[in-house]
């Protein structure tokens, strides 16, 4: 059984920077996708950043160099990096796995390439 698990959120100030943690395992070896998923109040859930067993990412364009993805296959971990965060950043971030993710080839973070997710991590940004 595959299992996923997000930690790192709180609350944070305008400007500030803000790592999350996901935590995936089930899985026998690295050959898997891993993303970052957000769902801003009031909003549908969107793709944030997310990277494939092949070390290839992709981005949201609402966070395109803000934040990065890098990966620790040692530990199973696929950590966000956010820094300049703002106010529209305010959202429940979830994390997701799943062995294919085509579209990550070009770029994209699809949520229906993914089956396996986590509870989520609140992140909020104020002044």
């Known amino acids: 059984e595959v299992r996923v698990a997000e930690s790192g959120g709180e609350t944070v100030q305008i400007g500030g920077s803000l790592t999350l943690s996901c935590v995936v395992s089930?899985?026998?070896?690295?050959?898997?996708?891993v993303a970052w998923f957000r769902q801003r109040p009031g909003q549908e859930r969107e793709g944030v950043a997310g990277?494939?067993?092949?070390?290839?990412?992709g981005y949201g364009d609402s966070v395109k160099g803000r934040f990065a993805v890098s990966r620790d296959n040692a530990k199973n971990t696929l950590s966000l990096q956010m820094n300049n965060l703002k106010p529209e950043d305010t959202a429940t971030y979830y994390c997701?796995?799943?062995?294919?993710?085509?579209?990550?080839?070009?770029?994209?973070?699809?949520?229906?390439?993914?089956?396996?997710w986590g509870q989520g991590t609140q992140v909020a940004v104020s002044s």
């Open positions: 997701a796995a799943d062995r294919l993710c085509p579209l990550m080839w070009a770029g994209i973070v699809a949520q229906n390439e993914f089956l396996n």
């Open positions: 089930g899985y026998s070896d690295s050959n898997y996708c």
């Open positions: 990277m494939n067993g092949e070390g290839r990412m």
